[in-house]
T-cell receptor
Framework: GESVGLHLPTLSVQEGDNSIINCAYS??????FIWYKQESGKGPQFIID?????DKRQGQRVTVLLNKTVKHLSLQIAATQPGDSAVYFC?????????????FGQGTRLTINP | NAGVTQTPKFQVLKTGQSMTLQCAQD?????MYWYRQDPGMGLRLIYY???????DKGEVPNGYNVSRLNKREFSLRLESAAPSQTSVYFC?????????????FGPGTRLTVL
């Protein structure tokens, strides 16, 4: 079946530094990936997405890279801020009959140290 | 516009008790989803409803039932709660289920089964 996994459960960086969160997936059929941010006590919040026909996509302070050859994607957060402290999930999309089916990785807890 | 709302926020049950988790969205979305999130794991899909009047099983449906009451509301029922169902439950909705549509999540219900 499909699976999505993150490489590290926790990551600590200094405020102002860049952070990179990695994710691997098993199913080549997925053609869409999403990164979510989840703050304590809240539901996941969409950050950025990428389609399989792209290698890179940039947002505000965030960049997602997709390497289909090795089935790997990463989330880069530039100039980290205290508000970036959260759990980050990657999710792969496998559609079923017009409905989205997202498969989530386990999550990486990012801690920004002052 | 409240987005996705869930009730209750917290619940403690004894083994064998039943309860219904409520979810409502005011974004006129067609598709709705129920996930569970266990410590150290990503979200896993329990059930989903691609459109009003339809429901389908996700990855972990055993022990649950759902009802898509109308376009706005999607409830999750535990008929006979078990300790293994202790988890945080998230409801989500998406406009059409098209693979680039963003899923919006509710704040979650933290359920403990003793």
């Amino acid at each position: 079946g499909e699976s999505v996994g993150l490489h590290l459960p926790t990551l600590s960086v200094q405020e102002g530094d860049n952070s990179i969160i990695n994710c691997a997936y098993s199913n080549s059929a997925s053609d869409y990936f999403i990164w979510y941010k989840q703050e304590s006590g809240k539901g996941p919040q969409f950050i950025i997405d990428i389609r399989s026909n792209m290698d890179k996509r940039q947002g505000q302070r965030v960049t997602v890279l997709l390497n289909k050859t090795v089935k790997h994607l990463s989330l880069q957060i530039a100039a980290t801020q205290p508000g970036d402290s959260a759990v980050y999930f990657c999710a792969g999309f496998w559609g079923i009959q017009g409905a989205q089916k997202l498969v989530f990785g386990q999550g990486t807890r990012l801690t920004i140290n002052p | 516009n409240a987005g996705v709302t869930q009730t209750p926020k917290f619940q403690v049950l004894k083994t064998g008790q039943s309860m219904t988790l409520q979810c409502a969205q005011d974004m006129n979305h067609n598709s709705m989803y129920w996930y569970r999130q266990d410590p150290g794991m990503g979200l896993r899909l329990i059930y989903y409803s691609a459109s009003e009047g339809t429901t389908d099983k996700g990855e972990v449906p055993n022990g649950y039932n759902v009802s898509r009451l109308n376009k706005r509301e999607f409830s999750l029922r535990l008929e006979s709660a078990a300790p293994s169902q202790t988890s945080v439950y998230f409801c989500a909705s998406v406009k059409s289920g098209g693979y680039t549509d963003t899923q919006y999540f509710g704040p979650g219900t933290r359920l403990t089964v003793l």
